[in-house]
């Protein structure tokens, strides 16, 4: 039995059967990262001893038949901007190289109640700047499809990928997930905002990011997802219960396109311009195709402001970056520098030499757009055409029920590729917008071009997570899985 290709409900079956044991799969996934993580750099921290521990604990649950969920004895690979208790969190970073935190984020924690098993952090960029993982402080991320090209902007696309873990949680700012699961040819959700528990993400842009999963297939993401939403007390953000969504819908696999009349919409900015690889808008309107034959219905929008959305978002996150990132100055935690003398020189030399290139950019623009003199006309413009993004998807979803684009203007780029800052933030152009609005917003493959995959995005209103889930299985038993060459070998 490989295990590392089967599914989370035939890991589960197995488990119940007594065919395998939790320790067995954790060991199992142990092997395949010790065999193939030095290739791929998908993981910065691998908890070996504390995984293992979970796994025995989650072998009790199972024998006694006690608190048993379709997660008991998963192992569940965390991104490192994410708060793990006893287990090194860097978010990527020199400045938090030796970090160990004294909690668990609510998402980790609400794992842990459902018995999986935390196999280990995964590698991002520094706190999630960056589209490519090339700003990491530990190294860049290869594409498990092909090493030389780039994953995407999150280590968990590409464990899942490669069999490194059966499912991961990540975080999505202003696309990373979602881009990482379009090149990796998995399946990731970007939930509406307040819908998962932010408390123990470290923080780059508040007001943008949201924790969600990753998986190889659309039911083990929404598996997934259930145990991951739901209020929480200690973000100020999260929905309260019975908020739209937060009831955790359940997944049935029923496709969606089976109700006459499900309307998809198809904003033509998306799908305008020359930046628009033709092989990419080719399997994307494919995929339209197949969620329109059984009595569906294409909806032509506009959505005028997509024009300004990656600008506005550019200007919002370096302004939140620069308030969240100025807690880290050598005083209390993290990395503290050896020279400073005094405590300007603290403050100097820790941040110059902790933070990477895109972090101290972000910083430094942020500061900028915060500052008296600019205030007025970039960050109060910026926020103003969020609201007019807002106002439109609002609109939108009036005559629509989802909305269908593309995730990524193109196939992966060349692994190491020089990107000046502005091309970086161009490769977020079809996914900031969710971010701005707080849609839920899910990648799922719907083809291989060049024997690379490619993903298409689905975006939906706050709460309809069910809908998304329900469509996005429509396409893939349309077009099938995919099987990177690591999870083949």
């Known amino acids: 039995m490989e295990l590392s290709t089967l599914s989370l409900k035939e890991l589960g079956n197995a488990l119940r059967k007594k065919a395998v044991s939790a320790r067995e799969i954790t060991g199992a996934f142990l092997e395949r990262i010790k065999r193939f993580n030095p290739d791929l750099n998908a993981f910065v921290t691998v908890a070996e001893e504390q995984a293992l521990a979970a796994a025995n604990e989650a072998d009790l649950r199972l024998a006694r038949g006690e608190r048993v969920t379709p997660l008991t004895g998963i192992p569940v690979a965390v991104a490192d901007t994410i708060c793990t208790k006893g287990i090194k969190t860097t978010c990527a970073s020199r400045i938090l190289e030796n970090f160990i935190p004294p909690y668990d984020a609510t998402v980790v924690s609400r794992l842990q109640e459902a018995g999986a098993v935390v196999i280990g952090k995964t590698n991002s960029d520094e706190f999630g700047a960056g589209t490519t993982t090339g700003y990491s402080a530990f190294g860049p991320v290869c594409n498990p499809w092909d090493k030389n090209r780039e994953p995407g ?4 696309a590409v464990a899942v990928a490669a069999g490194l873990a059966p499912l991961a949680i990540s975080f999505d700012t202003g696309g990373n997930l979602r881009r990482a699961a379009a090149f990796c040819g998995v399946a990731g959700l970007k ?6 528990s932010r408390f123990g993400l470290a923080a780059l842009a508040p007001s943008l990011e949201q924790i969600g999963p990753l998986a190889r297939q659309v039911e083990d993401l929404a598996l997934l997802y259930q145990v991951l939403a739901g209020p929480d007390p200690l973000d100020a953000t999260s929905l309260p219960a019975g908020a739209p969504g937060r009831s955790g819908q359940e997944f049935t696999g029923t496709a969606a396109t089976g109700r006459p009349g499900l309307r998809i919409g198809l904003p033509r900015e998306y799908f305008a311009g020359e930046e628009l690889q033709a092989e990419v808008k080719d399997l994307v309107l494919a995929a339209t195709g197949i969620l329109t034959e059984k009595d569906g219905e294409q909806v032509d929008l506009s959505l005028p402001s997509t024009g300004y959305a990656l600008a ?16 880290y100055d050598g005083v209390r935690y993290g990395y503290r ?10 403050y100097k030399k820790t941040r110059t030499e902790g933070f990477g290139r895109e972090a101290k950019r972000r910083i430094l623009l942020g500061t900028l757009v915060l500052s008296a003199e600019c205030y007025g006309d970039y960050y109060l413009n910026a926020q103003k055409v969020r609201t007019l993004v807002i106002r439109e998807f609002t609109e939108a979803f009036t005559k629509c029920d989802l909305i269908l684009t593309p995730v990524t203007r193109e196939l992966p780029g060349r692994a190491g590729e020089e990107k ?3 091309r970086q933030y161009q490769d977020e152009s079809y996914t900031v917008a969710a971010n701005l609005a707080g849609l839920s917003g899910l990648s799922v493959p719907c083809g291989l071009v060049d024997g690379l995959p490619v993903g298409v995005q689905l975006l939906a209103p706050a709460g309809r997570e069910d809908l998304l889930f329900q469509v996005a299985r429509t396409l893939e038993k349309a077009v099938g899985r995919f099987s990177s060459p690591f999870l083949r070998g």
């Open 420 to 422: 000046s800052p502005l």
């Open 312 to 327: 506005a978002h550019i200007l919002l996150a370096a302004a939140e970056a620069s308030s969240s990132l100025a807690r």
């Open 337 to 346: 520098s050896p020279e400073a003398a005094d405590i300007d020189l603290l």
């Open 191 to 196: 939930p509406a905002y307040g819908s998962v």
């Open 153 to 156: 902007g999150d280590g968990g």
